[in-house]
């Protein structure tokens, strides 16, 4: 098939680039600079179309690196971001295409580190449940439920390609963000010059990962219910990989810490064992905050209660969270992924600049309620300007050069 040609960006402005992945992420920052402008590229991943545009994720990353070619043919990109493992945020990197790319670049989580005795640990103990549930809900005939353990395999073919691949790289190893217990911290490089990134996750505790709803039910937009009944015994065998008997390396033997991670799952069935399993990938989420030329752009992934509660504890966090004006949407606007407090009482409280957030969704089947309506409606007050990823129609303050992606373009002062 024909792609369009690629979409110039603008040279003078920073430019937010939300392509049209279904549900699923995938954005592109152009930063303005005066050798030429900077790329950041955070995800390229779906676990559906968006059934307007019906476009695969791979033709969509190839739609992507066209986008990002230059008049000699050569694509790059200075900093590219893996927020968390999830197929809706990687899968895209599956396809050799990308080794047409030369990288700057790469950042993951801490917990892809395969040098880290508690990344190693927490990633075999995902998987291991993951792997069951697939195996458990598609035999019940829950497909959709089933597709939703496959997101949280371990994506393997992508997460190589972001840990070794790509043409060039000009770091060789990933920066692994959050390997260091330092929370907010500030990252310069000179692959953006003049950027200061602010990392606030993710967490490092375990627990805090963990950690999907607040105790008060009113932080979140009308928390969904959930069930505690008991499983059959082979659900909660879903626990036995974790054991002693299941690993080679006794450095991936799961301390206490690991063991509460999910011991509430004993009394969970298969679907609210799954629910805890995505929430505890979300929260791995790597969550930044670009400050662009006096601007403040937050991009938390698809981080749920536990980190956010670590940011809104902290003073310097939230001082960053009150001069944001643009947003993207934390889990696809769901019940959980973005509190009350953060919309009602900090974003952008702190900027006279008009508020902006992009939401990157289209309605899955094995998600009830995604987007959120309570959510939605609060952010449609709060914000400014809202996109939502599906619309193919025009979106008033944004930019649509074609088919595929929506722009937000920031007017800036001067090359960066």
């Known amino acids: 098939m024909t792609l369009v040609a690629h979409q110039k960006l603008p040279t003078d402005k920073v430019t937010i680039r939300m392509y ?27 676990i559906k179309k968006d059934p307007k545009l019906n476009k695969s994720t791979s033709e969509i990353s190839k739609q992507v690196i066209k986008d990002i070619r230059d008049d000699e043919g050569k694509a790059r990109i200075d900093i590219l971001i893996a927020s968390h493992r999830h197929k809706d945020h990687v899968a895209g990197f599956s396809d050799p295409v990308w080794d047409d790319v030369e990288v700057g670049e790469v950042w993951l989580p801490w917990t892809e580190s395969d040098a880290d005795p508690d990344a190693l ?46 043409k060039t790289r000009d770091r060789r190893k990933p920066r692994y963000i959050g390997a260091e217990d330092t929370d907010p911290q500030a990252m310069t490089t000179p ?28 932080e979140l937009f009308l928390r969904l219910g959930v069930g505690n009944e008991t499983g059959s015994e082979a659900e909660r065998n879903l626990l036995q990989p974790f054991g002693r008997e299941w690993v080679d390396d006794v450095a991936q033997i799961l301390d206490p810490n690991h063991i509460d991670l999910l011991e509430k799952a004993i009394s969970m069935d298969a679907e609210n064992l799954l629910s805890a399993i995505e929430d505890s990938l979300n929260n791995t989420s790597i969550v930044l905050v670009f400050e662009i030329a006096g601007r403040f752009l937050l991009f938390p992934g698809d981080a749920q209660w536990g980190p956010w509660q670590q940011i809104m504890a902290n003073d310097e966090a939230t001082k960053l969270l009150r001069k944001v004006s643009f947003y993207k949407v934390s889990h696809h606007a769901s019940h959980n992924g973005t ?26 089947g094995g998600y009830r309620d995604i987007p959120r309506p309570p959510l939605m409606e609060a ?3 709060r914000f400014d300007r809202l996109a939502i990823s599906e619309i193919d129609k025009e979106q008033t303050g944004f930019v649509r050069q074609s088919k595929w992606s929506i722009d937000f373009e920031v007017e800036v002062d001067h090359t960066i």
């Open 339 to 364: 509190p009350q407090k953060f919309v009602l009482d900090l974003v952008g409280k702190d900027t006279t600049d008009p508020l902006v957030a992009y939401v990157p969704v289209t309605p899955h």
């Open 379 to 381: 952010l449609s007050h």
């Open 121 to 166: 640990a927490l990633r075999s103990l995902q998987d291991s449940v993951a792997t069951r549930l697939n195996a458990i809900l598609g035999a019940r005939g829950k497909l959709g439920l089933a597709e939703l353990a496959a997101n949280a395999l371990s994506n393997a073919e992508a997460m190589e390609r972001l840990k070794t691949g790509f």
């Open 191 to 218: 692959h953006l010059p003049g950027v200061v990134v602010h990392v606030l996750g993710p967490p490092r505790d375990v627990a805090v990962i963990s950690r999907d709803l607040p105790h008060d039910d009113e």
């Open 20 to 46: 049209r992945m279904g549900f699923g992420d995938c954005f592109l920052l152009s930063i303005p600079h005066e050798d030429g402008a900077r790329r950041v590229l955070i995800d390229c991943g779906s």
